[in-house]
């Protein structure tokens, strides 16, 4: 076979494209599968954003906690990102033999039986439930509580795979959250879907959901499939086929959903045999694309959020992390994640807040206002300060907190403020705090009998803010690898094309055979400076008692604040939902 | 007699001036002692400003913690004041029948025996410790923390005036740190003296010391005198004539230490007749400034800082008050004095850090900088805002925390931060942790058995954030309300300069008198809206939790992060009081 001949002495092309489809915008690489070499790279942003202001259709204003996506951008990013890489190798095309694919997670849109996005039926158009929620719509945080609280009065079993804690960001919360507010579109939807299953959908034509969000987010294992019809009817009374917008077939990461539509392949351009990977989640790809293959190796993926991954050959019972899944990142190993969800949202938040009075809107401060381009002055003054010397700690739970508390209604808090307190002080504790919040995340870990010895990052902020590199490498006390990698994800999504294309036609027989070949030269690394691990344990010795006072001992008091702002100012629909969260 | 005639028969002129000497500038006031019209007005930046940078002479960087003025900026501002408010109303200058002034305090300078300031000797010039040191100048908090410890040891019965703490902002704490960084200004000094007395001293030609200031800040009172030296031999060795440079005579408030010098008077174009009123501290005389004369009424001079001020008939004990000093504020009460350490300092910083990177450094970030400019357009949005709407809690301690806590190591919180907070919410923030730290002063009076039925409030943000008043009044409760006066505690220093000159000059017998006849209008009243009441009582519980867990059961906390921030970037000269502080 050719698989086995000497790779040097092959001549035949092969390359795999992957789409990685991010918050703001999507990334499209097209990957060289004999050299490894990335050769085009596009990145396109959604021409509609995140909505969380108002519903484009009708201009009524969301309520708070709300984020949606309008699905025909995931469409123009997917076709506008393969035609640019495609055309910037010429002679490229006709040699692709997959295509994977990867998608912020849970990020799940309603749709009928053909998969058209129930939002771009005109009736349901100018309904807010309709619409693709975002992984970061936290309004259903409600649901999210009783579902635990009832899960916790049952005992049920299935809450040790995921920390003890089911997120407002998952598919049940987000699904009954439908099913409590509007009936209606939950009765005209056929389906209730992970963004990354139906542009697979889209791609291939055919309904192929895959095991790997089912596992993290829907609550599904091999093993047990999803918690019976008893858990959910003891929650929600009459929600009683919780597998009606579900399914029950999923499908192993790797595997192929079948070969591209002939209609896109030709207006693509691509040959007819490509391929199409069963879609996967945006941070778990990263594993594989970093060249991780087994435990030991802690990888991070930092961008908007944070997400961690590691694998172990055992299942570990652990509180504090988001979720392990068997073959959920590499098959034949347990993969854990874990994350904090705040991050470059975090960074770019606050470089919005210094535009000041004039951007007095939730929109306006994000980093895709004039705030982002103050960021690299930020991070160059910051840079020059040294570790405690601002005299700040910050909580980094802008966003809420996924581990290790998983409570999305905590609140970011910055403590130490002084009138010498510059901006560049403030910006280095947000920096610092997400490096402490990952030391909480590593040592929850390693008290699980995890033995780190590696971190390697990848990401936007990866790349962009070697000062928050080397911030989690003194304070973990860990040397932290960044891969010569343009875009990690994508590079990972395409190994997975490669996977699902197969051996014979130029692919591999899997996923660690195409990591371990492939696998990304390390740009930079950044060791511990053992000054600043001794000064930054003095610090997080405190962030901790904090930590734990806000977070665990009395977290009603950030509950409180949240739930008052809801009292104050709630938005249109939110009078229903706040009454339940009081 | 003159003064017992109807008012309006009296045909002869009597005018009296007060200047008021604050943090960034002085005011000079002109006031009519017949209608109580405010006749001119003259503000005046001191040059130098607040010298927290770097020292002048030297371009020394000043450790963290330091604050200086420039006496010769006294001189000026006196003068040029003075010559200002009588060439804009001409035919006054011969009337002036009295001059009272106050000052910002502890606010201290050693001087020579001629009352020169030492810094400006040319052989002490390049010394710190030679220039004048400013309330706000911290870096004596380690010799407080040394004299409350062996207080408390001693169980001294001084420390029930005064709340129970002694202020790193007083004359020992000051004066101590002289003693022991630099011995040889201390030896030089023949005094080290109260501004407001220094500037009697310097229109007057005698030193004639003010009661006021030595009971509130130099532990005296007129029973007792200042502690003896076995308190300041216990808790420093060697320090045995504690009064060698404060000296045991002190003066009344209202009486006289004498007719202007001759040669000011001729400078100036003033009767060689004018009294000198002895010396006031810069909030007290705003309690009959503002009209007040008796108990039940609570006096906040909100500025830069508050201050606030309650008289009552008894001697009360109470902890978390600054001081209590009988005939303090009005003669034959006690007077209380309680206070908030950063008001408009830290609005002024919010809007300064606004700025952002370009300005890093603590200088930049005042309201003096470009920030300022940006303060109306916040407070106007930050009205828009409803109670709780922000989602947002503060604790005002950017300066540390005077009531209830006495604690200068505290710093400042903001806790509710999310991804949707825009700089308006954190400046409404800001400002309602002003309200609940007033809450917090009110509350401790109350429990000490004052009844207080209305609050006046004076000052500059008084008149220049009425949403602030609003939220003082909505918090507490009651009813709040600002005279129309432009300027409360140079009028409340001129008082005092009428009451000097007596009844037979066209002045006042006593200040109760001059209030009395000479109270301001209320320019406005804020008065509760029960429901915002409502709202922030469940909001106030929230941030009473926090302020008493990081003010009380844990203040290391706090503590901590300044300790690790000296350590992390000690300023010169501040190695040995790192030493110390650790």
Redesign the interface.
């Known amino acids: 076979m050719f698989e086995s001949a000497n790779i040097s002495q092959m001549t035949s092309q092969a390359y795999a494209i992957g789409v990685d489809f991010g918050t703001a915008s999507a990334r499209t690489l097209l990957l060289d599968l004999r050299s490894g070499e990335e050769l085009a790279l596009c990145e396109l942003a959604y021409p509609h954003g995140v909505i ?1 202001d108002m519903l484009p259709e009708t201009g009524e204003r969301l309520p ?1 906690d709300w984020a949606l996506h309008d699905p025909d951008d995931y469409r123009y990013v997917l076709e506008a990102g393969i035609q640019a890489v495609l055309s910037e190798q010429p002679g490229t095309a006709s040699h692709v033999v997959g295509i994977g694919l990867d998608a912020t997670s849970c990020t799940v849109l309603p749709v009928t039986a053909d998969g058209t996005p129930l939002c771009e039926v005109p009736v349901w158009r100018r309904r807010p439930h309709a619409w693709p929620k975002l992984w970061k719509h936290h309004a259903a945080q409600y649901v999210a509580n009783r579902l635990n609280e009832v899960a916790a009065e049952r005992r049920e079993t299935f809450m040790a795979r995921y920390g003890g804690r089911i997120s407002s960001e998952w598919y049940f919360p987000k699904l009954i959250e439908i099913w409590l507010e509007d009936r209606a579109v939950y009765d005209a939807s056929a389906a209730f879907i992970e963004v990354t299953d139906w542009v697979v959908w889209y791609l291939s034509g055919r309904e192929r959901r895959s095991a790997c969000p089912a596992a993290y987010k829907a609550l599904w294992s091999e093993a047990d499939g999803i918690p019976g019809a008893g858990f959910f009817e003891a929650a929600y009374p009459g929600f009683s086929e919780p597998a009606a917008k579900l399914g029950t077939d999923f499908f192993p990461l790797g595997t192929s959903a079948g070969p591209i539509r002939p209609e896109l392949a030709s207006k693509l351009g691509l040959p007819g045999t490509v391929a199409v990977a069963v879609g996967n989640v945006d941070s778990f790809v990263s594993f594989p694309g970093a060249g991780a293959e087994g435990a030991g190796t802690y990888v991070m993926v930092v961008g908007t959020s944070i997400c961690d991954l590691v694998v172990h050959r055992r299942e570990i019972t652990l509180a504090g992390i988001t979720g392990v899944a068997k073959d959920g990142i590499v098959p034949g190993l347990y993969g854990y994640e874990a994350g904090q969800p ?1 991050v470059g ?2 960074l770019g ?1 606050f470089a919005g ?10 929109d ?3 980093a895709g206002s004039s705030g982002a381009d ?1 960021l690299p ?2 991070e ?2 910051a840079a020059a ?9 910050a909580l980094d ?3 809420g907190n996924r581990s290790v508390l998983a409570d999305a209604d905590l ?14 002080d ?2 280095r504790a947000l920096l610092e705090s997400i490096a402490f919040g990952n030391k909480a995340v590593l040592d929850n870990f390693r008290s699980g009998g995890f033995e780190l010895n590696e971190v390697v990052a990848c990401g936007g902020i990866a790349e962009k803010s070697p000062l928050l590199m080397q911030m989690l490498a003194d304070v973990s006390g860990l040397t932290v690898k960044v891969p010569a990698s343009s875009q990690v994800p994508a590079r990972g999504s395409a190994l997975f094309g490669a996977v699902a294309a197969g051996p014979g036609t130029g692919g591999f027989g899997s996923i660690e055979e195409a990591a371990n070949a492939l696998r990304p030269p390390t740009g930079s690394a950044f060791t511990p400076d053992p000054q600043a691990t001794a ?1 930054y344990d ?2 997080y ?2 962030w901790k ?2 930590h734990d ?2 977070g665990r001992a ?1 977290p009603d ?2 509950h ?3 739930r ?2 809801l ?3 709630p938005g249109p629909g939110q009078a229903a939902t706040t009454k339940e969260v009081i």
Request: hydrophobic residues 55%; proline residues 4%; neutral net charge.
């Open positions: 969380d708070l705040a949202d975090m938040w807040v210094l535009s000041g009075p004039g951007d007095n809107g939730p306006a401060n994000g103050r002055a930020l160059l003054a300060l040294a570790p405690a010397q601002t005299g700040l700690l739970w802008w966003n609140s970011g808090v910055v403590a130490g403020l002084t009138l010498s307190t510059t901006a560049v403030i910006y000064t003095l610090v010795r405190i008692d904090l006072t806000l009395y008091w950030l409180g604040l949240k008052l702002k009292l104050a100012a």
